[in-house]
């Protein structure tokens, strides 16, 4: 009769460590849970830094998506680090008219009446890093979050297009400065997350000059939405 006893004890006492090895197991796979490491975001770009007389006009709009590596920092997963990289298309109107002539550039300030829309679009290669708070588990969906960075960038592709009553001009821009960078901000709850980047760098590059020798030195704040996917 002890024998049973005690061979039931030892399979009961087996029982218990193998099924406390599972829940353990279970935690510890459940501790590894990533978040936001996709984007998608819409904004409206806002110049600043303007040449007297500069005036923006339609929508100047800002598109961007990208995968942002989430490397948490501590146990709980709630601060961590995100390294990415994405892709963003900028459109910024104003009065500001460019024409090039025998591969030269000129800018000029124009009245708004004088012409239908200028135009100055990029297309960047960006470079995301952020320190990231929020407060997700593993079974919570729905949480704070306030992410802080900085980003960098690299425009590949740049067009300036001026269109009149007679017609439409438009031709690949060298002024734009290629590196670009500046510091950025995305907190919300949930689906819903506001984002705000602040360029340090100006948009053009120092040749970029009105006919009075004033440096075109715009700098641009971009103010929008940004969803994040799993």
Request: neutral net charge; hydrophobic residues 40%; without cysteine.
């Amino acid at each position: 009769m002890k024998q049973y006893v005690v061979l039931t004890l030892l399979s009961f006492s087996f029982f218990v460590a193998q099924s406390q090895e599972v829940q353990d197991s279970i935690v510890d796979v459940n501790r590894r849970y990533l978040e936001d490491q996709f984007y998608i975001g819409l904004g409206y770009n806002l110049l600043f830094n303007r040449p007297e007389n500069t005036v923006q006009r339609n929508l100047s709009y800002n598109l961007q998506a990208g995968f942002i590596k989430d490397i948490p920092l501590n146990y709980r997963r709630n601060v961590g680090l995100g390294i990415g990289v994405g892709y963003a298309v900028n459109s910024y109107y104003s009065n500001i008219v460019a024409t090039k002539t025998n591969n030269i550039i000129s800018y000029e300030v124009m009245d708004q009446g004088d012409f239908n829309r200028s135009k100055l679009e990029t297309h960047a290669v960006e470079f995301p890093l952020e320190l990231r708070w929020r407060t997700s588990t593993v079974e919570e969906y729905k949480f704070w979050r306030i992410y802080a960075g900085v980003k960098l960038g690299y425009v590949f592709s740049g067009r300036s297009k001026l269109v009149m009553e007679g017609g439409s001009t438009s031709f690949s821009n060298d002024d734009i400065q290629p590196f670009q960078y500046g510091l950025m901000l995305n907190f919300g709850y949930n689906t819903w997350n506001i984002h705000a980047y602040y360029g340090l760098s100006p948009l053009l590059e120092e040749t970029a000059q009105l006919p009075s020798g004033e440096r075109i030195d715009t700098r641009v704040l971009r103010i929008g939405l940004i969803f994040y996917i799993l």
